[in-house]
């Protein structure tokens, strides 16, 4: 199946008091580069997530960011007691220099930068778990996602592709008749300078002219390439590096048969078969 490399996805869940969520943003890249923000307590979690991204995805910068809000419970606080003591012990210094002072208020000393600390998450408890396993469901919809945008780009590359067919249908038409034009031409051009030419000499550069405008072979070479564009987009993935080839070799091509056009009609189909194999490269820049 044919995949994208962008795509965007969200899971959210509350666990053991804790609510916790994946935002995945994936966008084009040559090869597979996964990145993760985590919190520091949970770095540990980081290789078996990366290994997870790896067997689902092959290319793309995929963007992982991890969201864990614990809530305000007793369960989830902690009290910092050395700082608390020393905190204490600062202030009996302090009443001891200075009997006038005020007590604290115990309220004021829960307030300190750093007194009250959420519980910090084991990497290996029941949230650490439900991180890993709500990643999986994060990966999932975000494959799904790429899989309906592929899909889509997968459409957009077959009508291009039945475009070309056309164009080099006319082509060919067009081809078709290049000698005789061509001796028209040099009849005619020779009749303007009043030249006599012998006839067996005429033909034979009628027939040169034609060999060095023959465009048969790059017109075989398109077709082929355009069957084996579509053999791939029906293949299994992923497609995009092959695929890329492909729109390469259909524009040397496509060059090549511009470069040889000699008649104005000719000379635009090369124009138009030029643009629509450049929109399939930039299609295909986003498959995986």
């Not at 030249?195 to 033909?203: E, F, G, K, M, T």
């Amino acid at each position: 199946m044919v995949q994208s490399m962008t795509a965007f996805a969200r899971c959210q869940e509350t666990v053991a008091g804790c609510e916790i969520g994946w935002e995945l943003r994936a966008v084009n890249h040559r090869f597979l580069d996964v990145q993760f923000r985590l919190p520091d307590e949970l770095r540990a979690l980081e290789y078996p997530l990366r290994e997870a991204a790896a067997g689902r995805l092959k290319r793309g910068k995929l963007m992982c960011v991890l969201v864990v809000n614990q809530n305000s419970s007793n369960e989830a606080l902690e009290l910092n007691r050395p700082l608390l003591l020393q905190l204490l012990a600062t202030l009996e210094r302090v009443r001891r220099d200075a009997p006038e002072a005020h007590t604290s208020n115990p309220m004021d000393l829960l307030r300190w930068p750093g007194m009250l600390q959420q519980t910090a998450i084991s990497p290996d408890g029941p949230v650490a778990q439900a991180i890993k396993a709500l990643f999986e469901a994060a990966l999932d919809a975000l494959v799904q996602a790429r899989r309906i945008e592929g899909e889509a780009l997968k459409d957009a590359i077959v009508r291009r592709l039945d475009e070309i067919d056309g164009i080099i249908a006319e082509c060919q038409q067009l081809t078709a008749g290049v000698a005789g034009e061509l001796s028209a031409r040099l009849q005619a051009r020779l009749a303007e300078l009043e030249a006599d030419v012998a006839a067996d000499r005429l033909a034979q550069e009628v027939a040169l002219l034609a060999q060095k405008a023959d465009v048969a072979e790059e017109l075989d070479r398109l077709v082929i390439h355009l069957s084996e564009s579509r053999s791939r987009l029906n293949a299994p993935g992923p497609h995009g590096r092959r695929l890329d080839f492909l729109a390469q070799e259909l524009m040397r091509e496509a060059n090549t048969l511009a470069a040889k056009s000699v008649l104005p009609s000719a000379s635009r189909v090369a124009v138009d078969l030029k643009v629509a194999i450049d929109q399939i490269r930039e299609q295909v820049q986003n498959l995986e």
